[in-house]
């Protein structure tokens, strides 16, 4: 799930990224078949639940070749929050082109998102383009939804990450979702995770500071992500 620059699989050192994403396949040399299993106290996009504030289920799968493109596939259990009753998977498939120079990278690709379940939210596809130097990262998201009459929107995700002692990474987020039409909200993220075991586990703390389609106010979320990657 290429939600952010740093994190294809969302979540814990990309994450994908993703994670988150949960990091980016970003210069290889040879060809890589990759696959991670995780399992969220809370799934997490943009500073919204897409779990009720409840426990997901996710997975996903992705092979980079010498020439460095990529093409991935991620999922996660959802379930809506207040009015909105739908459920069931969101699947994601994406692809694209990373490179790096030294301490200097970027990635360039397109992501869709579908949902097994329409009631829960319609479809969309991205178009985006990242950097990152050294720690930092930039990315630049291009959007439209699915939805009849719904606005086409960019979403720009900016990141540091900080090493700390004991192989501890400290990971910083800030993300405007401004669409063309409608109310522009911000996102913020704190993440600590670590490799304990062969498993990568952080704790985020989020904030999203607006309304969106999907929340009517104000939202902090914290959870727990443990996630298992494997080489196929």
Known sequence: MRK?????????????????FSALPM????????????????YVFRGQTQS?????????????HETE????????????TGANTGSGFEIDAYGGWAHSWDDFGVDIGYIIYEYTDSSFAAGRQELYVGFDWGPASL???NG?????????YN??????DIELVDDVLLSFHYGRFSPDTGSSFNDFKVQASKNILDFDVSIALTYEDGTSNTTASKDTELFVTVKKSFDL
Not at 144 to 152: K, L, M, P
């Open 4 to 20: 952010s620059f740093i994190h294809p699989l969302s979540a814990v050192a990309a994450a994908s990224i993703v994670t988150y």
């Open 27 to 42: 210069a290889v040399a040879e060809r890589s078949f990759t696959a991670n299993a995780a399992i969220t106290s809370n």
């Open 52 to 64: 009720d504030s409840g426990i997901a289920a996710q997975g996903g799968i992705d092979f980079t």
């Open 69 to 80: 493109f990529y093409v991935g596939a991620w999922a996660s259990s959802v379930n809506g």
């Open 139 to 141: 990315t630049y998201y």
């Open 144 to 152: 439209s939804d699915d939805t009849a009459g719904a606005s086409d």
């Open 155 to 160: 979403y720009v995700d900016v990141g540091v």
